[in-house]
């Protein structure tokens, strides 16, 4: 039986999502998502043509409310939650120069 | 033990404080935390506090609500402001959020005091509660065992005795499989009827809150205080529901319950299977008439859920930065600081959806999983509609088995995702369905069975769990 993903994609998709794995981790979860993938071929082999998608199980469409203003959240206390801050700003390191 | 009724009544009528129903809460606590780990953090200070301002209010002739001086225990992905919510994940380290989530502005409005918050599995994905970066809980019925997951710290601290009421949160079955593994009650409302503003999103198309108790009573009246429309959650219901808890004494005489066959044979215990044929002649000598009724695309529920939930949580999951809030580890540069703190901060499971998700919408692959897996979704609309022109409610077991050893499916995750067979259907739909104890297994470890009912059908469910209550 053919592997349902590969080690490469895995490595790929943690890229994606921003993660790093070991090496042991990535045999891991190369054999691990594999399983779960090949658990899903029941749905990967039906027919379903002619089906439309149900994104949401209960369609809402504009909701809308009156246009007045409310409270929000305070800015200050909302800064105050975060790792690093400079006037006002949320702080992170440099981002130019960096591999795109 | 009191049920949150009967000590609501009693603080009301004078005849308790409700500063001495927390202090016995709080002694219980005492007595054996150590060895369930129901709590990420106890607030006995401020419950205690909360108990004193309640009682105050009732000296001064005033009613606090219908949960006047009930403890209740909060699932810890619930926003409670200036009280840490660390969804059991280290990414949160540090982070007390700014505002409360709608269900706790309700219950305080209500009356009722928050006594802690409780573990669960990361993010709250899992079964078991044993993906918790705090540590397992366990099963206080058997404390070898796991107390199911994801919401097993509330359900382990209304097994034990921590609290009358608790809420948590269910995306698959987060909710009535840790009631079922414990032997409490615990239900996942329609799809909108509870608002989910403040509660940290897993999967948004199939998270709701709801509550667990000992009773269906106190369930049916923790649901009604916490369901209703809210403008800060696009997605709640805009029509007002009437209450639950008024009609449940109204039996299920006439009603028609349909055991569904995809659900109750394959995969499942025997013991537990057993159970259910119990409980479904327990109905039907109650006055309902059962009977047996396919429901074919549930068994791709698993599937579909470990396709779409994780696609959704891929998503939501990526604001965990390291920019606004909760931990981060410096680099050199924003990508790296991101990469660094994200793969220091989430525990593997949680690693593990992310990139199942990241996969299924990715390029190529969209189609064949994702896609494919919003079509079933439609299949088994149609085909609960279809069960649901024959019959009121359905029937399943809530869990294929009695509660686990801790650490028996923790190297196969596909094996733990199967604990959710029963459970994940009534999500993908947008349906209601609760977990009602019903006696116990060959082991002595309790058995939940499932009732399923159609949007909005929340009274005729609690009515027919009432029942089943009272036959068992």
């Known amino acids: 039986m053919a592997a349902r993903i590969s080690r490469d994609d895995v490595a790929h998709v943690a890229r994606l999502a921003r993660l790093s794995l070991t090496a042991a981790e990535l045999d891991m979860f190369t054999e691990q998502l594999g399983a779960v993938l090949e658990h899903a071929a029941d749905v990967e082999a039906l ?12 369609p809402l469409v504009n ?13 200050d206390e909302v800064l105050r939650a975060a790792p690093s801050v400079e006037a006002n700003q949320f702080r992170v390191p440099p981002i130019l120069g960096e591999e795109p | 033990m009191s049920t949150a009724i009967e000590l609501s009544a009693q603080v009301r009528s004078g005849e308790r404080s409700a500063r001495e129903i927390v202090d016995q ?40 609500g219908p949960l006047t001086g009930v403890p209740v225990a909060l699932k810890d ?71 199911g997951g994801s919401s097993g710290g509330s359900a382990a601290a209304v ?37 989910r503003y403040g509660l940290v999103a897993f999967a948004s198309s199939l998270d709701q809150i709801g509550p667990f ?38 039996g299920v005489d006439g009603l028609r319950i349909g055991l569904v066959t995809e659900l109750s044979s394959d995969g499942i215990a025997a013991d537990v299977a057993g159970r259910v044929q119990a409980a479904a002649e327990a109905l039907e000598q109650s006055g309902a008439k059962v009977g047996e009724i396919s429901v074919p695309s ?6 579909a859920y470990y396709l779409i939930a994780p696609a959704e949580a891929s998503s939501n999951l990526a604001r965990y930065d390291g920019v606004r809030y909760g931990l981060r580890v410096d680099a050199d540069t924003t990508g790296e600081m991101m990469q660094t703190t994200r793969t220091a901060g989430f525990g593997p499971e949680v690693k593990r959806r992310i990139m199942l998700g990241t996969y299924a919408l990715s390029a190529g692959y969209w189609d064949a999983y994702y896609g494919k897996a919003l079509k079933v979704r439609t299949l088994m609309v149609r085909d609960f509609d279809a069960a649901y022109e024959q019959y009121d409610l359905l029937l399943t077991p809530t869990a294929p088995t009695t509660a686990f050893e801790i650490g028996a499916k923790t190297d196969d995750p596909l094996a733990m995702y199967l604990s959710d067979v029963c459970t994940i259907p009534s999500n993908l739909v947008g349906q209601p369905a609760i977990s009602v104890p019903f006696g116990v297994g060959h082991d002595g470890l309790p058995v939940g069975v499932q009732l399923m009912a159609p949007p909005m059908g929340e009274s ?10 009272a036959a068992s």
């Open chain 2, 298 to 303: 549930t068994t791709f529920g698993v599937s």
């Open chain 1, 47 to 58: 027919d379903v043509d002619g089906v439309p998608p149900t994104a949401h199980p209960y």
């Open chain 2, 77 to 147: 992905n619930l926003c409670t402001r200036g009280v840490p919510t660390t969804c059991s994940s280290r990414i949160l380290e540090g982070w007390t959020p700014p505002y409360d989530a709608t269900v706790v502005s309700k219950l305080a409005a209500a009356g009722a005091v928050i006594i802690g918050k409780t573990n669960l599995d990361e993010f709250a994905m899992g079964s078991s509660t044993e993906n918790s970066a705090f540590g397992v809980t366990r099963n206080p019925h058997d404390t070898t065992r796991v107390p």
């Open chain 2, 159 to 195: 097994a034990a005795g921590f609290a009358p009421l608790a809420l948590g949160s269910d995306t698959g079955g987060s909710i009535r499989q840790p009631a079922a593994l414990c032997g409490v009650v615990g239900m996942k409302p329609t799809y909108g009827r509870v608002s």
């Open chain 2, 213 to 250: 108790a000992n009773t269906v009573a106190d369930a049916a009246l923790l649901f009604d205080v916490i369901a209703g429309h809210d403008q800060r959650d696009t997605t709640s219901i805009p029509e007002n529901s009437p209450p639950v808890s008024p009609t449940l004494a109204e």
């Open chain 1, 63 to 75: 909701v809308l409310r009156d246009d007045v203003v409310n409270d929000s959240i305070d800015r």
């Open chain 2, 460 to 469: 005729t469910m609690f009515r027919a769990a009432a029942a089943l209550e």
């Open chain 2, 25 to 64: 809460h709080l002694t219980a606590i005492d007595g054996r935390e150590d060895e369930v780990h129901a709590f990420n953090l106890v607030l006995a200070d401020a419950a205690r506090a909360g108990a004193d301002e309640v009682d105050r209010r009732v000296a001064a002739g005033e009613d606090p």
